[in-house]
């Protein structure tokens, strides 16, 4: 039995995000403001089989929970090859399986996600009114991706969260319409502050709506109460609404309130790079340590050595804040 991954501030590192493509369908001006930047070639990508072994060994480690992302992680072929592949972890103490998706897929495969072992999904959503979604996303497609939320929920991968990006000027205005969305339709909804990993390198504090806003914006429509758990490692302040409504709101706040004390998470790029932060300025290739023929303990050892470099914080709010030259879109939202 190996001692689970802990890195040296004594994080226990439960939570691998692994990104399947760097492509992506959307061109959301906060990730891919100027076009897509040069995706990586194929061979450079690791293989299903690959991901397959390296999250075996991660689960072995103690990761309890992989969310697939990207890019669009729909744009991979046969993402449900893998997700069967990654779901007979649950065996090895997986314990959850999630999906973060633009949704544009969704109406057609959400059930064959769900018969391929997914446990959950996250849809991104940033508007809900068609011009400010086309605006956003670069795409005319909100009544698909919504068709797709019901799709999800008929296919019965409930909870379902969605998140929404608030970015001053854009959508600031549409909170408490988001909080009518999530009582109405009982899901998950998750505001996300606009953090400083566009292409474009156009993000400025003052774009940043607060998590403090957003949740005075939701209360003075509806009434918020905590939910009373304790957040763990969960990236989300949990609310529910005081009148008992169905739906619960998630406010998450990386710029104004740091979470990192207790973070859980690393992150595998599509073309297997270990961050240990979504701020990291540094990478660690598992991918060429795996190709040059090591052995399972060899990569062990490996992962255990990159898990102890891993940042105590970011430092978004510090003077000398260097932004990471890979936007979200490559290092895997
Ligand atoms: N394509 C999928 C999607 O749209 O959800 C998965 C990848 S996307 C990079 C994952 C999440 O990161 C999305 O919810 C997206 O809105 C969020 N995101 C991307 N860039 C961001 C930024 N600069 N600040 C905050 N969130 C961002």
Redo the contacts with the bound molecule.
């Keep these: 039995m190996t001692t689970p991954l802990k890195d040296s501030y004594n994080r226990p590192i439960r939570d691998l995000r692994v990104s399947l493509t760097d492509r992506?369908n959307?061109r959301?001006f906060?990730?891919l403001p100027h076009g897509e930047p040069p995706i990586a070639p194929k061979e450079q990508m690791l293989s299903y089989e690959e991901i397959e072994y390296v999250c075996e060994i991660f689960v072995s480690l103690g990761i309890e929970k992989i969310r697939l992302?990207?890019?669009?992680?729909m744009l991979r072929r046969d993402i449900e090859t893998v997700i069967a592949k990654l779901s007979a972890l649950k065996s090895k103490g997986l314990v959850d399986l999630a999906l973060?998706?633009?949704g544009y897929y969704l109406p057609d495969r959400a059930q064959s996600l769900k018969d391929a072992g997914l446990d959950r999904i996250?849809i991104?959503v940033?508007s809900l009114k068609r011009e400010v979604f086309k605006e956003m996303t670069g795409v005319d497609v909100l009544d698909r991706v919504l068709t797709g939320i019901a799709a999800t929920k008929a296919a019965g991968l409930e909870p379902i969260k969605i998140?929404a990006?608030i970015v001053r000027g854009h959508n600031e205005d549409e909170v408490a319409d988001f909080a009518v969305f999530a009582r109405e339709q009982n899901v998950k909804m998750r505001f996300?502050?606009?953090?400083p990993?566009?292409s474009g390198h156009e993000?400025s504090r003052e774009m940043v709506v607060s998590g403090r806003e957003i949740r005075e914006r939701i209360s003075e429509r509806f009434p918020l109460v905590a939910v009373d758990v304790a957040r763990g490692s969960e990236t989300s302040s949990r609310y529910r609404f005081a009148d008992g409504a169905p739906g619960e709101i998630g406010i998450i706040a990386p710029v104004s309130e740091p979470f990192c004390g207790a973070c859980s998470r690393i992150r595998l790029t599509a073309d297997g790079q270990i961050r240990t932060c979504l701020f990291s300025t540094v990478e660690h290739s598992l991918r060429d340590v795996v190709r040059s023929g090591a052995t399972r303990p060899e990569i062990i050892e490996y992962i255990d050595s990159v898990v102890l470099k891993k940042e105590p914080r970011h430092y978004i709010n510090d003077p000398q804040f260097v932004a990471p030259s890979r936007t979200?879109?490559f290092i895997?939202?």
């Excluded at 992302?69 to 992680?73: A, D, F, K, L, Y």
């Excluded at 996300?192 to 953090?195: A, Y």
């Design positions: 992506c959307f959301c906060y990730c992302t990207g890019g669009e992680p973060t998706t633009n996250t991104s940033d998140n990006v996300i502050e606009f953090m990993l566009d993000w979200m879109s895997g939202g």
